[in-house]
C-alpha cells in the first residue's frame, strides 16, 4: 500500500487592507506555521503567496521572506504564482491577466530563487477559457476543488491523481482538491484524517490525496490559533504523517507532475467553490436554493443529488451588486485607456510601468463580491480598489497632459449595459454621469487624493438576514428562560440593535438623485425608505447632450415626467471647469401641467469621505461649527452652505446652494456578515436638500448647486 500527500496552502491578505490586521495574520498564523514546518524538513509541501502580500512581508515581515526562501533553496517546498495582487482572472482584460501572472513568477524567482511552473487560480473562479492564457503565461497546473470535476461528471472515487485541460490545443494539469481533507484539515483530529487516507489507499492502488485550500485556516480564522498551536494540532498532524511515511509520502505538486501520469483529459465547466456559486446567487434564489438542498438533506438523499445541483457562477456578483459591476467596468475603463496609450508610438514614457502597477492593484478581487466575508460591504477595502484605479489615471494625464490644466469629455457605454455614460475630468477632478440610471452621478473622482467621493453602497436584502432575526428572537427566549442555548452557527452579532437597520433601498445609493416629496414627509421615515416619492424621476431615463468650451465642459440631461400625474419637466445642467476641483448644477422645474402644482423636491447626494464616518469630519451648516459629526442625523431649517470638513486637511467638501432651504444629512448603514459577525457598516452620508415648490401652470424654478472639493 502506497499513496502521496500533496498539501498545498494559499496565503492572502487584501489589497487596502489595515496594517493591523495583515500583523495580526502574520504573527497568529503566516509564521507560526512556517516555524512548525521547517522543524520537519522531510514534510514536502506546496505554498503560494500573493503578491500583495510578498511586498507587505519584504518591508514588514522580512523573516518570513527568509523562512520561505529557506526552505525553497532545500527543496522542502515550492513556490506557486498566480494573479500579482489576486484577481479573479475572467473579471480583468487577457492581457492584463498574463501581466498579473509574469509579475509574480518573476518575483517569485527574484524572492525564492524558484521558477513557479502553478498557479493558484483565485477563489478557484474557472471558467473553460483559461488554460490558453495558463499556458501561453508558462504554467503547467493549478489547483481546483474536487466540486469542479463532480460538475464535470468525475465521480469521487475518480478524484485521487490529476487531469489535464485543454483550450484550443493548449494545455494545463488540474489537481482536485479533496473536500473531505478541506473539511477535516485543521478542524478533525490528525488521527481522523489519517484513517481517511489509509482507508482510501488500501481500496486504490498509489492514489494522491491533494488538500488546497487557505493558509489562514491554521491560525488567522476565528478559534484556530488556539486549536492549531497553542493546543498543538498542527505538530500533531506533523507527527502523525511522519509516524504513517512506510506508505503516506508528502509530495510537491509539480514533483506529480514528474512522477505520474494523468488519471485522463477533462473539460471542467464554470466553476468555483460549493459556497461560492450559492453567494452568487439572487438573494431570492439563493434563499429558495437553502430550501431545496435542506429538503433533500431531509431525504437523505444529499450526496445522490449534490453533483448535479449548483448555484450561480462568480459574474453574477455584478448584476447582483451594482456597485461591484461600476468598480469592475471602471476598472476595465482604465485598462483601455492604459492600452491605448502604451500602443500610441508618440507615448514613451516611463511612467506608465508605474500607472499600470496601479492598475492592476486596482483588480485585487476581495472587493468585488460579498459571501461569508465582508468583500464588498467593507469600504476600505472598495476605497483601496479606487485609490488605485483613479491614481492609475492620474499618472496617465501627467503623461497626457504634463503640467497643463485640460477638461476632457468622453460619451461611452462604459458599463456594458447597452447604453452610453458621460464622464467630465480636469486635472482635479472626475465626473461619471449615467442618464439612462436617472441622470445620477455614480461617480466623483478627487484626483488629488485619489478618492472616489460616491463610494457608497445600496443597502440590500440579504440570506443570511433571516438568520439575524432568528438569533436574535431565540437570544430574547434564552434570556427570558434564563437558559444558555448553542449557537446556530459560528458568527456572532456584533451590537445591540442590528435588527433595527434590516432597511432597504428601492433605488441605488449614488448622488444627483432626483426625488419630489409630499409635504409632511419627515428625516427619519424618508432614511428608513419608509415614505412615498410623487415623482418618477429617481430611476428613469434622461436625455442628454454634452457642450464644449474653451473654459470647460457641460453635460445638460432632461426628462420630461411627472410628478403625482402631472406632467413636469427637469432639467439639470453640470459644468465642470479646467481649473477647479468644483463643478455645479443647475436645475430648472417646470411644471407643465394645466394646473397648479406644490411639491418638495429634493436632488439626494451620497458622500464618502476618505475615512468614512471617523471623528475627523464636521459637518458645517452656514459656516458655524457645531459638534456635528457624520454618526447621526441631522437637519437644520435654513441651509445655503454646507461643509464636511477634515480636520486633518486632507480633503473637504463644500457644497453652496443658491437659496435657502431645509436639510437633511443621515448615515446609510448596512447590516453584512463577516467570519467574526454580523454587523453594522457605514458607507455614506446621504444629503437632501429640500426644494420647497409652488409652481403655476408653465412656470419654472431654477436652482443651483455648486460642489467644491478642498485640499490641504
Known sequence: MHADFAMALHFHQPVGNFDHVIEGACDKCYMPFLGVLKEYPEIKMTLHFTGCLLEWAVEKRPELISRVRDMAKSSQVEVMAGGFYEPIFSS???????????????????????????????????????????????????????????????????????????????????FPSDKVLRYAIPYKMPAECMEYMRGVAQSKDDPLFVYGDDGEKFGEWPGTHKWVYEENWLRNFFDELMNNKEWLSTVKLSDCLDKRPPLGKVYLPAASYEEMLEWALPVDSQIEMEKVMKDIENSGKLEQYKPFIRGGFWRNFLSKYPESDHMNKKMIYVSSKLKEMQSDPKVKNKNLFEAERYLLRGQCNCAYWHGVFGGLYLFHLRRAIYHNLIKSETIMDSVRYKRKDFCESVIRDIDADGFDEVVLENKKLSLYFSPREGGILKEMDSKEVCHNLINSLTRRKEAYHGKILEKIAQSKEEEASGEVGSIHDGIQIAEAGLEEHLTYDWYNR??????????????????????????????????????KSNSGRTVIMKRNGTVRGKETLVKKRITLGKKDPAFTVEYTITNKAPEGAEFIFAPELNITMPDADSDRYSLIFNGMEDNIGLGGNAENSSVQDLSIKDGRGELSIEMGLSEKVKMWVFPVKTVSQSERAYELNYQSSAILPLVMLKLSPGKSHKFKLQVRLHHG
Open 510 to 547: 449614488y448622488s444627483l438623485i432626483d426625488h419630489f416629496l409630499a409635504p409632511g414627509v419627515d428625516i427619519d421615515d424618508f432614511s428608513k425608505c419608509i415614505y412615498e416619492e410623487h415623482g418618477d424621476f429617481v430611476g428613469g431615463a434622461y436625455d442628454f447632450e454634452v457642450k
Open 92 to 174: 480583468i482584460p487577457h492581457g492584463d491577466r498574463l501581466r498579473q501572472i509574469e509579475l509574480l513568477r518573476e518575483y517569485v524567482k527574484k524572492t525564492f530563487s524558484y521558477e513557479a511552473k502553478g498557479a493558484w487560480v483565485a477563489e478557484r473562479v474557472w471558467e473553460p477559457d483559461l488554460p490558453s492564457m495558463l499556458s501561453d503565461a508558462g504554467i503547467k497546473y493549478v489547483v481546483l476543488d474536487d466540486a469542479h470535476f463532480s460538475y464535470a461528471g468525475v465521480p469521487k472515487d475518480k478524484i485521487y491523481g490529476y487531469y489535464t485541460t485543454e483550450d484550443n490545443g493548449r494545455v494545463v494539469s488540474v
